[in-house]
């Protein structure tokens, strides 16, 4: 291999990596906001049900209450955790006088020089997005945990209000 394409196919790899974390983040910042339409959405559509099905005048109590309740916590529960999995949490960027430096001091630096300090850069950013995007998957998952358990609650609330 000659000098100039040293670490050409490493270079190449770390930025793939680079364009496939800004996507992973960017598909959990999609579902994410999914996950807080869809809480919003069934507290909206429980409320609304129970409302028909018992008229004005009907009163919740006992078990059916307490698990309406479960379930309207879970559901408050799974919008926080999915607003702040859509958060937009900070990285690592290479600096834009890091960026100018590599114009003005060091234009001149081998291409094999120029290629290893590209990709450290793009490395490091790799780095922090991960750690960043797997926080943010860890709070979508919770946030589905806790929308499944409100849907359980529902469900058995709906179960003691036909029992």
Do not use: P
């Not at 006992?62 to 900070?90: D, E, F, I």
């Amino acid at each position: 291999m000659a000098m100039a394409e040293q670490g050409a196919g490493w270079a190449a790899f770390i930025h793939d990596q680079l364009n496939r974390e800004y996507s992973r983040r960017d598909t959990i910042n999609t579902r994410a906001a999914g996950a807080v339409t869809s809480a919003t959405g069934l507290v909206t559509v429980v409320l609304a049900v129970v409302a028909v099905l018992k008229g004005k005048d009907f009163t919740l109590t006992g078990g059916a209450l307490v698990a309406l309740y479960v379930a309207m916590l879970a559901l408050l529960g799974s919008a926080v955790l999915a607003v702040l999995a859509g958060v937009s949490w900070r990285y690592r960027v290479t600096s834009t006088d890091s960026m100018r430096a590599m114009l003005v001091d060091h234009w001149t630096d081998s291409e094999v020089d120029a290629r290893y300090i590209s990709a450290y850069c793009n490395l490091e950013t790799v780095e922090s997005l991960r750690a960043g995007t797997s926080l943010k998957a860890h709070l979508l998952l919770g946030a589905a945990a806790m929308q499944v358990l409100s849907i359980l609650a529902m469900a058995t609330s709906a179960l003691i209000l036909v029992a």
